[in-house]
Each structure stands twice: as C-alpha cells, then as structure tokens.
C-alpha cells in the first residue's frame, strides 16, 4: 500500500494528481488579473531606481524570506534564484535521505521561468493592465512555484523506477544515452490520459456557477484547453527532461 512507503511509483503518481490541482487553482486566481506586461519587463520606466523587472525582485525577496524558514531545506523546493538565499533561521529538518546527492545540482526554473511569463501567461491572461502589481506578482509566484515543484517532482519518479528496475535503465545511464532513457521513460498512453484528465479538472474547478442554471453554458475562468497544452508542451516533457538528468547522475 501507498500508505506504508511514501517513495512507492504509486504514491508518488498521487502526489503528482494531486499537484494538479494546485497548478490549476493557481492559474484560476492569475486569470483574475489581466497581462500586465509592465511587470515582466527589466527596461520598464515606471518603476525607477529597481535593476531587473519587479517580478524579478518579488521573487528574489520573497525566496528570501521563505529561505530563512526553512523552505529550500526540502528537497521538493527549488528556488528560482538560488544565489540570493540567507541563511537559515529555523535548524535543519530532518528530511528523509531519498534522493542521490546528484539531484541537488538540477534547477531549470529559468526555463520553466522563460515558458511561463513568455508562452503561459499569453495563452490565459487577458491583454491590458490594471497596475495591481503586487497582487499579480503573488499569483505570479504561486503558479511558478507549483509548476517547479510538479516538473522537479522529476527527481522523485526517476529513483523510484530506477529502484524498481536498474537493470533496465543502469545500461543506458553506464553509456549516457538520454536518447534510450528518454524512451524507456515515456509512456504515451499514459500522458494523454494526464491531459484528459487535467483538461476535465480545468473545466469543473473552472466553470462560473450560477444559482439559476444547473450548469455553466460553457463559460470558465480559465479556458480548460490550455490545461492539456501546459501539460502536453512543457510539464510532462520538462518533467522527463530532469528525470534523465536525475538518472545520468545516478550511479556517479
């Protein structure tokens, strides 16, 4: 039972629905907000005296404080800025020792940075601006944060199947083939369901419910078909991308 290993294939597969969740409620309360392109842009006049966009520097202060107490001490936590961290203040938790060593050199949050302000955001925040700039710069952070730990969460599914199966994947890490690791992680039957299902959850957490009609007349905060994109286009093959980046250090 799932229950019993918290590092079982299974209970991490419900760790990674249950992130779904998070990614599309987040991207529900961004969609509140219209784009706002002030906010992503480093050379923007209307907040002087600030180096870098102000998404930036919300990010950079608030991984701050986060770092104090503890957050990155996870290993589930990659920070988007990892050279701006103090200290921390609260003493080190004793997480479980589940991962190899390797897994703490793989951060692409910029990429998943670059995707999500220049690819993402586009495809769901309405065009304009309302300068509501701190309560957008939290939305912000809360939908990098989920879709960074959901696609780091890759850390996770490679050692369990590497557990399960190192003769299968030992030959392919021995000869740093990312091509044959790459296919013995992918699973096409299973990522269509993944958007099938993330498209359906979109379409119930999403509808506009009104007390006069027992359904929403096809109308959602967020349009359900960007959920299978996001999912179809950069989490799943992101996901696998450190996945083979987990398993290439595996053996060192």
């Known amino acids: 039972m799932a229950g019993s290993d918290p590092f079982s294939l299974e209970s991490i597969r419900n760790s990674l629905i249950r992130q779904e969740d998070t990614i ?12 706002n392109p002030q906010l992503y842009d480093s050379r923007c006049s209307i907040f002087p005296g600030i180096a870098g966009s102000l998404l930036e520097n919300f990010v950079k202060e608030t991984e701050a404080i986060q770092a104090k107490f503890g957050r990155y001490q996870s290993p589930e936590e990659n920070p988007f800025f990892p050279d701006n961290l103090p200290d921390s203040l609260v003493p080190p938790q004793s ?30 925040a309405s065009e304009g601006h309302d300068e509501n700039y701190m309560c957008i710069s939290a939305c912000d952070l809360e ?15 490679a050692e369990v199947k590497f557990k399960d199966a190192p003769e299968e994947y030992s030959p392919a890490i021995h000869a740093k083939d990312r091509d044959a690791l790459m296919k013995l992680l992918t699973f096409e039957s299973v990522e269509e369901m993944v958007k099938k299902r993330v498209e ?9 419910v009104t007390l006069n009609n027992d359904d929403c007349n096809g109308k959602f905060k967020i349009d359900p078909s960007v959920l299978p994109r996001l999912y179809g286009e950069w989490v799943m093959p992101l996901t696998k991308h450190v996945e083979v980046e987990y398993l290439l250090r595996r053996l060192d």
């Open 200 to 208: 359906k959850k979109a379409k119930v957490f999403g509808q506009e």
């Open 143 to 157: 939908c990098l944060q989920a879709l960074s730990r959901r696609i780091h969460y890759g850390k996770f599914v």
């Open 95 to 124: 997480h479980p020792q589940v991962l190899h060593p390797g897994a703490a050199s793989i951060n692409i949050n910029k990429t998943i940075w670059d995707i999500y302000i220049n690819k993402l955001l586009p495809l769901f």
């Open 24 to 35: 599309i409620f987040s991207l529900i309360e961004r969609a509140k907000y219209p784009l």
